[in-house]
């Protein structure tokens, strides 16, 4: 069998990490349409029979009525093609959500807190769903496989051997638990980084169809999977294809743009004027999001919000300080003297207050410039 697995679409989200660039947030909100057509353009062209979306589609918080009109026409388009969608956090099978209220086209199949088996010839599709913003009591050993014989596919949302609290609270689910049910691939959502190249148990994770910020670098889309459960092929990894376990996978890039980061070392910068000209003449790509990272010794005062603002190039999102000072503050905090005194009462400042950590540290700097 041959399905397409896609989740963490987030339609409708409000891209927060662009909200300080004018109309960027915009932008980025006609591309994440774009790019979700394109992937239903694709399962078009490929005639491929199934689409699993592993939850979070769309921003229930945010979501409007006309984006769920633009989602549901796209689905008008692929008749033939059967969807099963597994709610999410962010889109939880709710009493008031559109999974509930909305007449989705006939080949939409939702699944909701209550695990559902949707069986074909030679496949069982197993689903569950989030009916709230948090899930921590779901057992996953309810589930119970009917048939062996047949190709068993569980699409869920959740963290797999999560360890965190906060994920803890959504779905979480062990490995070993999982390979004691036996599903031949389990169509995961929730982490927005892709996990299906070094995977040795078929527990895949697709990634974010498109990246939402710098906590998610690299390439972002969907899988094409193929699985054949009674042939054996040997590993392949060229083009981005992996062989193994009777499964192939495919992986679709669909968002053009990417995040990236970049270090300027500014030790041998000596004036706002200077970093500013340095960052302007960094070659940069129109299609990437940028956020700089200053390195090295630094012998300026330094206004990252400032510098944002000043600088050419737009694509660059955020500049980071990851700087050293030129003072050892550490060893000054100990001295016994104005400076030391100084230096230990704003060490305190930041411990009661981290969130002001890189004013503080500029605080000292500016202080300890003003004792020479």
């Keep these: 069998m041959r399905f397409i697995h896609m989740a963490d679409i987030h339609l409708d ?52 009525e ?46 909701n807190q209550e695990v559902k088996t949707i069986e074909f010839e030679d496949v069982d599709i197993y689903g569950f ?27 869920i949302h959740g963290s797999l051997d999560a360890s965190k609290t906060l994920e803890m609270q959504y779905n979480p689910i062990k490995t070993n638990e999982l390979k004691n049910i036996g599903f031949d691939y389990v169509a995961l959502g929730h982490i927005h980084k892709a ?25 972002h889309g969907m899988l094409d999977v193929e699985i054949n459960k009674n042939n054996s092929e040997k590993n392949n990894l060229n083009n981005k294809k992996i062989i193994k376990n009777n499964i192939k996978i495919n ?63 737009k694509n660059i999102l955020k500049i980071k300080d990851k700087t050293e000072t030129k003072y050892n503050i550490d060893k000054i905090a100990t001295q016994n003297n104005l400076k030391g005194i100084f230096v230990k009462k704003m060490l305190e400042d930041i411990k009661d207050d981290k969130s002001n950590k890189e004013e503080i540290e500029q605080a000292i700097e500016i202080g300890l410039k003003a004792f020479e």
């Design 129 to 155: 769903g989030f009916s709230d913003f948090y899930c921590t009591d779901f057992d996953i050993n309810k589930i119970k496989i009917k048939n062996k014989e047949k190709i068993n596919i569980l699409i």
């Design 66 to 111: 006309s984006t769920i009109e633009y989602i549901n026409n796209l689905f008008t388009e692929i008749p033939e093609t059967k969807i099963f969608i597994a709610p999410g956090n962010h889109d939880p099978f709710l009493n008031n959500s559109y999974y509930n209220n909305y007449n989705w086209n006939k080949n939409v199949t939702i699944f």
């Design 195 to 219: 996990n299906f190249e070094n995977n040795e148990n078929n527990f895949i994770y697709p990634g974010s169809l498109i990246s939402f910020g710098f906590d998610e670098l690299g390439e």
């Design 251 to 313: 992986f679709i890039k669909l968002d053009n743009r990417i995040f990236e980061e970049k270090n300027i070392n500014i030790s041998e910068i000596n004036s706002e004027e200077e970093l500013i000209e340095k960052i302007n003449e960094i070659k940069l790509e129109k299609n990437k999001f940028y956020k700089i990272i200053l390195i090295g010794q630094k012998n300026i005062e330094i206004n990252t919000s400032k510098l944002c603002k000043l600088i050419a190039d």
């Design 13 to 64: 989200t409000p891209f927060t990490v662009l909200g300080g660039k004018k109309d960027f947030a915009n932008i980025r909100h006609l591309e994440q349409r774009q790019v979700f057509k394109e992937a239903i353009e694709y399962i078009q062209k490929e005639k491929i029979p199934f689409l699993f979306i592993a939850g979070d589609l769309y921003e229930q918080k945010y979501i409007r």
